[in-house]
């Protein structure tokens, strides 16, 4: 026998709970997989963490393939 430590980590853009009260999602299943639900809102309603994700990434990406990258110019940080 061997023991298992297994974790799962669900993503959707839909509302499930909604989705549950409609009958197009299992409650039973539902119930075992919302342990813990964390709401993330969407880049595009918290614009100002799009340069600091972007910036760790160049950084991430520069180091992972030693390639040096300076990071994105001043006008292509500024806010369209």
């Known amino acids: 026998m061997v023991d298992l430590d ?3 980590i669900f993503a959707t853009n839909e509302d499930i709970r909604q989705e549950v ?3 197009r999602f299992r409650e039973d299943l539902y119930h ?3 342990v813990i639900n964390l709401v993330l809102p969407p880049l595009v309603e918290r614009p ?3 340069i600091p994700i ?3 990434y160049i950084h991430f990406f ?3 393939y030693c390639r040096p990258f ?3 110019r001043a006008e292509d ?3 369209p």
């Open 6 to 8: 297994v974790r799962f």
């Open 21 to 23: 009260k409609e009958k």
């Open 32 to 34: 075992r997989m919302s």
């Open 48 to 50: 100002d963490e799009i």
């Open 54 to 56: 972007i910036d760790y």
């Open 62 to 64: 520069s180091k992972k």
């Open 70 to 72: 300076k990071g994105l």
């Open 77 to 79: 940080r500024e806010k």
